[in-house]
């Protein structure tokens, strides 16, 4: 199975909100309120940032926000801070019992 | 606190095996699922395979189905990946994550350091 689609890069300056978008099918995204979003640093472990398209875990700041609509599912960062420089990572349940990651975001801060 | 810790990586040659071990602390374990998910170099991130939490019902991925097995010991409290039949595009970090307790999701917010496994001649 492909990966969901995921825009290559983005980026945006501090204090500006930017949107990644993660398009998936009926099958995967669409099909299913368990997407999730996660934030990678170099050389580090993926971090959980949105699950279930829009829940929060503890600990995350409330300038990062999830929807879906349809088939797309979008991760939102508002007031974009240094430290959000990193990959993001959509992914969801796929109607195969199995889990898709999209190809990955690299945010860049300028 | 929650801990997963991924052990048994290293270099191999093509064809042939190694087991991966993810020692789980800091939770219920037999209570959740548990996937592993890997990372080539300069890629992105591919899900591998989950075991439900009571152990009867094992998915995988297309590209190590029928190569790799997933298990898991619930009294010992890990999570194992039987690697087997080693292609150089197996080379990748590998980390173990836990899913989620009550239905079947995305892997959640605990996840292992990774374990580095190199297939090479």
């Known amino acids: 199975q492909s990966a969901l689609t995921q825009s290559a890069s983005v980026s945006g300056s501090p204090g500006q909100s930017i949107t990644i978008s993660c398009t998936g099918t009926s099958s995967d995204v669409g099909g299913y309120d368990y997407v999730s979003w996660y934030q990678q640093h170099p050389g580090k472990a993926p971090k959980l940032m949105i699950f279930d398209v829009t829940y929060r875990p503890s600990g995350v700041s409330n300038r990062f926000s999830g929807s879906k609509s349809d088939n797309t599912a979008s991760l939102t960062i508002s007031g974009l801070q240094a430290e959000d420089e990193a990959d993001y990572y959509c992914s969801s349940n796929t109607n195969s019992s199995t889990v898709i990651f999209g190809g990955g975001t690299k945010l860049t801060v300028l | 606190q929650v801990q997963l810790v991924e052990s048994g990586g290293g270099v191999v040659q093509p064809g042939r095996s190694l087991r991966l071990s993810c020692a789980a602390s800091g939770f219920t374990y037999s209570s959740y699922d548990m996937h592993w998910v890997r990372q080539a170099p300069g890629k992105g991130l591919e899900w591998v395979a989950v075991m439900w939490y009571d152990g009867s019902n094992k998915y995988y991925a297309d590209s190590v189905k029928g190569r790799f097995i997933i298990s898991r010991d619930n009294s010992r409290n890990t999570l194992y990946l039987q690697m087997n039949s080693l292609r150089a595009e197996d080379t990748a970090v590998y980390y173990c994550?836990?899913?989620?307790?009550?239905?079947?999701?995305?892997?959640?917010?605990?996840w292992g350091q990774g374990t580095r496994v190199t297939v090479s001649s």
């Open positions: 994550a836990r899913g989620r307790a009550s239905t079947f999701g995305p892997p959640g917010g605990y």
